[in-house]
């Protein structure tokens, strides 16, 4: 059975940036049809992952497949093809600043199908009413909320309904309110639309809330990987303080330094 | 710590060594990078036939916008060029060769050049913080991951609007440079305006003087749209990246021209 393949799958993924590496030996598997939530500390090159799984960055070793293909292999050609199938929100939504909302949800339809203008307006329109924003259509970038923005970021990510949508980072710096919907939305699109979500994330609370399995990574490993209960619920130390925010545990709260008394003696 | 330190006072030579291999080194590798943009930029030269509208608006942008500043710097240096031109003209009894001297001035050299830095400042700026801004906003990733190529769809257009705008921002400087020593020449100094006009027809040569001055801004349209757009594309994301991108655009844009305006001079004019 094809559909019990995951969508995506990391073998082995080494990377590094100049001297410091990133990803030392990971592998992640994403299933079809859920919301994987992907965790851990800030500078641990989640961001770095998702441009790793569309391609815009190669790994040093290891491989990652997605539907089938093997992405680092890809030309541009099959690279371009394969990316048209996937949808990325990127943390500031990245919308094209020089055109309006409409515009910019139609960008990749646009691009890439000759459809009538007709029946564009139809699509984007529809694709607007999913995340709320029908009524924004005529507004700039700039006139957009944080949150408004990445919700029409969402309907772009959609235009071209992919079989899967990388979320980096959506809730960082939303109000309640706005995080409340994102949340509701992402669940919302992924089951409705029969969508493969992975969301990065390192908003514990309503990552977990959404996902359905959840892999933490940090030092360039894959720390715990399991369902959001058993990871709230977890043995391990490291997890245990990650999940529940602790100040200090295995990740100490103090840079390393040497010792106080020493320090403050030593000055001039 | 200090015994660190203190090995490496030991050996300056080497260690200043190293650092100007690795100064060489940088300055390879951008060059390297450099070109492979321009190679990647030139190579979506097809985007222009099916979107011609993505040349028009960076035409309207790079080149339109660029007027003003091209057209009354262009005359205040030709007014100039009327005001000294006669002062040492006259002193031979010269002065009815104006009109030659303003007009081979500003065709030959000022044209192109005070042309090409006014564009690395006011279009060549603009174009790398625009590019560096997009980077830092995401949105050339975002279009890469829409399986848009940026560099096709963003910077190829760009570069061509920059190369074409750029001979007709001159000759626009050159003619309101000629007009305006016309104005102070003929009509404050006294000169006389037919050897004014008849001087000028006689010695400009159209393609000792004229065609030249086009290759010359066609050469600095060429360098100044590359570098801008390689210092935006390459720019560090952040404001602070931005910004020394933007500085560096100028910079490089200025001496570049300044240097490449000798070498194709002596080519051009030298026996």
Same mark, same amino acid.
């Given at each position: 059975?094809?559909?019990?393949?995951?969508?995506?799958?990391?073998?082995?993924?080494?990377?590094?940036?100049?001297?410091?590496v990133? /990803?030392?030996?990971?592998?992640? %598997?994403?299933?079809?049809?859920k919301?994987?939530?992907?965790?851990?500390?800030?500078?641990?090159?989640?961001?770095?992952?998702?441009?790793?799984?569309?391609?815009?960055?190669?790994?040093?070793?290891?491989?990652?497949?997605? %539907?089938?293909?093997?992405?680092?292999?890809?030309?541009?050609?099959?690279?371009?093809?394969?990316?048209?199938?996937?949808?990325?929100?990127?943390?500031?939504?990245?919308?094209?600043?020089?055109?309006?909302? +409409?515009?910019?949800?139609?960008?990749?339809?646009?691009?890439?199908?000759?459809?009538?203008?007709?029946?564009?307006?139809?699509?984007?329109?529809?694709?607007?009413? &999913?995340?709320?924003? !029908? *009524?924004?259509?005529?507004?700039m970038p700039?006139?957009?909320?944080?949150?408004?923005?990445?919700?029409?970021?969402?309907?772009?990510?959609?235009a071209?309904?992919?079989?899967?949508?990388?979320?980096?980072?959506?809730?960082?710096?939303?109000?309640?309110?706005?995080?409340?919907?994102?949340?509701?939305?992402?669940?919302?699109?992924?089951?409705?639309? !029969?969508?493969?979500?992975?969301?990065?994330?390192?908003?514990?609370?309503?990552?977990?809330?959404?996902?359905?399995?959840?892999?933490?990574i940090s030092?360039?490993?894959?720390?715990?990987?399991?369902e959001?209960?058993?990871?709230?619920?977890?043995?391990?130390?490291?997890?245990n303080?990650f999940?529940?925010?602790?100040?200090?545990?295995?990740?100490?709260?103090?840079?390393?330094a040497?010792?106080?008394?020493? %320090?403050?003696?030593?000055?001039? | 710590?200090?015994?660190e330190?203190?090995?490496?006072?030991?050996?300056?030579?080497?260690?200043?060594?190293?650092?100007?291999g690795?100064?060489?080194?940088?300055?390879?590798?951008?060059?390297?990078?450099?070109?492979?943009?321009?190679?990647?930029?030139?190579?979506?030269?097809?985007?222009?036939f099916?979107?011609?509208?993505?040349?028009?608006?960076?035409?309207?942008?790079?080149?339109?916008?660029?007027?003003?500043?091209v057209?009354?710097? *262009?005359?205040?240096?030709?007014?100039?060029l009327?005001?000294?031109?006669?002062?040492?003209?006259?002193?031979?009894?010269a002065?009815?060769?104006? *009109?030659?001297?303003?007009?081979?001035?500003?065709?030959r050299?000022?044209?192109?050049?005070?042309?090409?830095?006014?564009?690395?400042?006011?279009?060549?700026?603009?174009l790398? &913080?625009?590019?560096?801004?997009?980077?830092?906003t995401?949105?050339?990733?975002?279009?890469?991951?829409?399986?848009?190529?940026?560099i096709?769809?963003?910077?190829?257009?760009?570069?061509?609007?920059? /190369?074409?705008?750029?001979?007709?921002?001159? &000759?626009?400087?050159?003619?309101? *440079?000629?007009l305006?020593?016309? /104005?102070?020449?003929?009509?404050?100094?006294?000169?006389?305006?037919?050897?004014?006009?008849?001087?000028?027809?006689?010695?400009?040569?159209?393609?000792?003087d004229?065609?030249?001055?086009?290759?010359?801004?066609?050469?600095?349209?060429?360098?100044?749209?590359?570098?801008a757009?390689?210092?935006?594309?390459?720019?560090?994301?952040?404001?602070?990246?931005?910004?020394?991108?933007?500085?560096?655009?100028?910079?490089?844009?200025s001496?570049?021209?300044?240097?490449?305006?000798?070498?194709?001079?002596a080519?051009? +004019?030298?026996?």
């Open positions: 059975m094809i559909d019990d393949e995951p969508l995506v799958s990391i073998k082995n993924l080494r990377f590094s940036r100049g001297e410091r990133i /990803f030392d030996g990971v592998d992640i %598997d994403i299933p079809r049809g919301v994987t939530a992907i965790m851990g500390p800030s500078g641990t090159g989640k961001t770095t992952l998702l441009k790793i799984i569309g391609g815009q960055l190669r790994p040093a070793t290891g491989t990652i497949h997605v %539907d089938g293909e093997q992405v680092e292999r890809l030309g541009t050609r099959d690279l371009y093809r394969l990316r048209m199938r996937m949808g990325m929100l990127f943390q500031s939504g990245a919308l094209l600043t020089d055109i309006p909302v +409409f515009e910019n949800v139609a960008y990749p339809i646009r691009e890439h199908t000759g459809l009538p203008e007709s029946l564009i307006r139809k699509l984007v329109l529809l694709k607007l009413e &999913a995340v709320g924003l !029908r *009524g924004a259509r005529d507004l700039h006139e957009l909320s944080g949150g408004m923005a990445r919700r029409v970021a969402l309907a772009r990510a959609m071209l309904d992919p079989m899967m949508i990388m979320y980096d980072e959506p809730f960082t710096g939303q109000d309640p309110i706005s995080m409340g919907v994102l949340v509701k939305l992402i669940r919302a699109l992924n089951d409705a639309s !029969r969508l493969t979500s992975v969301v990065v994330s390192h908003d514990v609370r309503e990552a977990a809330q959404i996902a359905d399995y959840i892999y933490i030092n360039g490993k894959v720390i715990e990987h399991g959001p209960d058993a990871m709230m619920n977890s043995a391990s130390e490291w997890t303080q999940m529940n925010g602790l100040a200090d545990g295995p990740v100490p709260f103090h840079y390393p040497p010792g106080l008394e020493q %320090d403050l003696m030593s000055g001039p | 710590m200090d015994h330190a203190n090995a490496f006072r030991e050996l300056p030579v080497l260690e200043q060594l190293a650092r100007l690795r100064i060489g080194l940088g300055i390879l590798e951008q060059m390297g990078r450099g070109h492979l943009l321009l190679w990647q930029i030139l190579a979506g030269i097809s985007e222009l099916t979107r011609p509208r993505l040349l028009l608006n960076q035409l309207f942008s790079v080149g339109v916008l660029s007027i003003l500043i057209a009354i710097s *262009g005359t205040f240096v030709g007014m100039v009327g005001l000294q031109g006669f002062y040492i003209l006259s002193q031979f009894g002065e009815q060769t104006l *009109g030659v001297m303003v007009a081979a001035s500003l065709v050299e000022l044209g192109p050049v005070v042309t090409a830095l006014l564009f690395a400042g006011r279009a060549g700026s603009a790398t &913080a625009e590019i560096g801004l997009m980077k830092a995401e949105q050339l990733s975002g279009l890469e991951m829409m399986a848009v190529n940026p096709k769809r963003i910077l190829t257009p760009r570069f061509f609007a920059g /190369f074409m705008a750029m001979p007709l921002l001159a &000759a626009m400087f050159s003619a309101l *440079g000629v305006g020593g016309y /104005f102070v020449g003929v009509g404050l100094l006294g000169v006389d305006d037919g050897a004014f006009w008849s001087q000028m027809q006689t010695k400009i040569d159209l393609n000792e004229v065609l030249n001055g086009v290759i010359k801004s066609l050469v600095f349209g060429f360098v100044c749209s590359w570098i757009l390689f210092q935006g594309y390459g720019a560090v994301p952040t404001s602070e990246g931005v910004s020394r991108a933007t500085t560096r655009t100028v910079v490089h844009s001496f570049a021209v300044l240097g490449l305006d000798f070498i194709l001079t080519l051009m +004019f030298g026996e």
